[in-house]
């Protein structure tokens, strides 16, 4: 007898067709989707796109506009920023994609484990509210005192600050399919605790995840981009979005593309991001399709 | 009722703006880790230091002329090793005690007893004596020809023992008294600092108008890291002097109504590069040659400091004194031989681009300020760097803990704008073994060096003090401890509702005693 949770039915492979389809309707979400892709794309292939070294310095060209040579201008060092932005949005894309993983990952077994193994809920718990106590910010300058600046202390950041909300949304909704029929009848079979909590919890649990997953993908792309801001991420001369940013504040006045087209490209990306996110949860919530 | 109202209302806000205006506005950009003169060398601290406190002799705007202060009139002896100091009987701490003799000899000897790092700048002093409450026997083993500039320095000024012993380590922390023009009130570190007026001060040196007391009541110095931030706030008439207007806007700050701009002349401060010469990847003096020569000096000072820097290709200023001639041409930027150099030390370029020794990447870690112009000007030279396979590993750092990452063994460059008054001044600072770990973080140690340097202090002419001092130039520079990169223009920029206000060179900081400043 095998597990309504687990089999691949047809009717399974016509459900996510249907998903797809419903997504492709909605244009916005579409076009969200188009953008984000184009960026993720053209991050992961940035050697190939980029017309300049990303770490080439011409102090002859400083802080050009943008023309024809430059399509985003140069910087204060005369470095391109439009193969600075390529590079910089796939660090910024990886830093965000391993946050959001591994955060996801983290919180979604703690959930789960909370919610599977009662008697160790109320100490999950606890450790989620503290954690929960923390903004993300303070998270990452507290590593980047530790481990020093660089990407790795904003993932590490990023994935702190991700566990605790998403521990909370599997384990509520790991609590919902605990009180399921099939949980009690694949324990009476004798079902291990090892396939109750993968076949039947988790993999139940995942587009509840995945859901939040999604929508907190912006947030995090957001949060990465203040840290590296704040000097807490790549260093110099790597690029990334936020450091851009904050670099080209000084020069505000006299180029203020140096700060704005970075600054623009993340607005692109989160937004992109939100509205994506946001159809994916009208299309897969389960309580909205109810 | 409400007419009663009203007039509280406008008599607060009378009032308010009153204080306001009885209030010198001071911004700059970086903070100090504290105020006690006899434990740092850190120029943020140097501002403050003089303004509650004062030296024996004043330093003139001329930048080489000691003019009395404390002293008021000086001797010295055929041998050059003893100085008479006649003190003024006239003079007290903001405590309200009086200012003797006595304080003279506790202030040089407590430098002495904690090792400060600036001792040096006192001379080799053999011995202190209080001949009466107002004369001052200073005696040295040796002669110093720099004694009487040196002495207008922060690290010399006048300490009260009372105040020092009753603070403890709080001093210079919570509390800091003196003889200077303004008293020490509160200090909320990375904020504000705040003085007010020292009321009996009549003693100021002669090269102000005004003898003292200030014209202010009180004195707001308030931190404000961000260059655009403090562009602003100039702008907008939120405070009313500064030192560090961002220079790359300071032609937008000369055409602005409101402000003046003055510039501090004359004015030598090098920003530099030093290698620490026992780490490793910059032991060998060809690497360092490298990197020395493969920047372009003019294109940086042009491209990031807009013009407000000159290129430096010696450690001192041509127009300083006893500058060495011999020491022109040293470093001559060639890329090409830059790279033939880094070949010849054994560094070879990896798939990446970056050079490789035995297994090792040539990659130095560097410490820099993370304040004005050190993070672009850094990254730039970054730039040139990665040119001939060199990744420079930049670490940023807070100006309140610089100092003391500066004094550990766990990086391989870093970088300060250090202003000097003369060659020997950077000579005696910099390259003497003596002052190993700091301020001579190279862990340069060369006997030859040491004799040169101290034939031109204990010099009793000028040909002789010149000769010595050119000699560790000569030294120094072809070894390559350091790379020199620009000579930066100092400026101090005021709103125009002020008087009087007239940049001074001394340390990086332009206000120095600042008496004839007037709303």
Known sequence: ?290 | MKTLMMASGLALCLAASLAQGQTLNYMKALDAPHFDGHRTTWSPSSDVINLVQDTLVALDWDGKTALPLLAKSWTVSPDGKTYTFKLRDDVQFCSGKKFTSADVVYSFNRQREVKGPFTWRAGKLKELKAIDPYTVSYEMTEPYSDLLVQLTMFNNAIHNKESVDQLGKDYGIKGLDGTGPWCFVSWQPRTEVVLKRHDAYRWGPSMYTNPGPVKFERMSIKIVPEDSSRLAAMMGGRFDITPHFPTQFIDQAKKAPMLNVDQAKPNFQLMYFGFKIDRPMVSDPRVREAMSIGLNRAELTKAVMLGQADPAYTYIDPEALDFAPSTKGIIKEDVNRAKKLLDEAGWKPGPDGIRVKDGVKLAPIVYIPQVTYFPRMTEAIQGYMRKIGIDWKIVALDSTIMPAKLSGQDFDIWTVTVPYLSAGELMNFYFDSAQIPVPNRMNYKDAQTDESIRFGRTALNDADRAKGYAAAQERVMKDHLWMPVMNVKMYQTSNKKIKGARAHMLYQYTYYKGLDIAP
């Not at chain 1, 190939?48 to 023309?67: E, R, V």
């Not at chain 1, 507290?142 to 990023?158: F, K, N, Q």
């Not at chain 1, 649990?205 to 929508?215: D, E, K």
Request: charged letters at 15%.
């Open chain 1, 1 to 290: 007898m095998s597990s309504p949770a687990l089999t691949v039915s047809p009717s399974g492979i016509e459900r996510r067709n249907s998903v797809l389809s419903r997504l492709a309707r909605d244009k916005v979400a579409l076009t969200a989707a188009v953008v984000l892709v184009t960026i993720a794309l053209a991050a992961l292939f940035a050697p190939l796109i980029a017309p300049y070294d990303p770490y080439y310095t011409d102090l002859s060209k400083p802080m050009q506009a943008p023309d024809g040579e430059h399509w985003f201008g140069t910087d204060n060092t005369g470095r391109d920023i439009f193969s600075r932005v390529l590079y910089g949005s796939r660090n910024t894309l990886v830093m965000a994609l391993a946050g959001v993983l591994a955060g996801g990952a983290l919180g979604g077994a703690l959930g789960i484990a909370s919610a599977f193994y009662r008697r160790l809920d109320p100490w999950i718990m606890r450790l989620v509210d503290i954690m929960l106590a923390f903004p993300a910010i303070l998270i990452g300058l507290s590593v980047a005192a530790i481990v020093g600046p660089g990407i790795e202390s904003v993932i590490i950041a990023l994935v702190v600050s991700t566990v605790p909300d998403v521990a909370r949304v599997a384990r509520g909704s790991a609590i919902g399919i605990m009180g399921q029929e099939f949980m009690e009848a694949g324990r009476a079979v004798g079902v291990s605790n090892g396939a109750l909590i993968w076949r039947y919890l988790t993999l139940n649990c995942i587009s509840t995840i995945s859901v939040f997953l999604t929508l907190r993908f912006g947030q995090v792309i957001l949060v990465g981009s203040a840290l590296g801001f704040l000097g807490m991420g790549a260093q110099p001369p790597e690029a990334e979005l936020g450091m851009m940013a904050a670099q080209g504040r000084d020069f505000l006045f006299m180029a203020p593309h140096i700060a704005t087209i970075p600054s623009l490209v993340i607005l692109l990306i989160v937004l992109a991001a939100n509205l994506l996110g946001d159809a994916v949860r009208d299309v897969l919530d389960p309580r909205l399709q109810q």
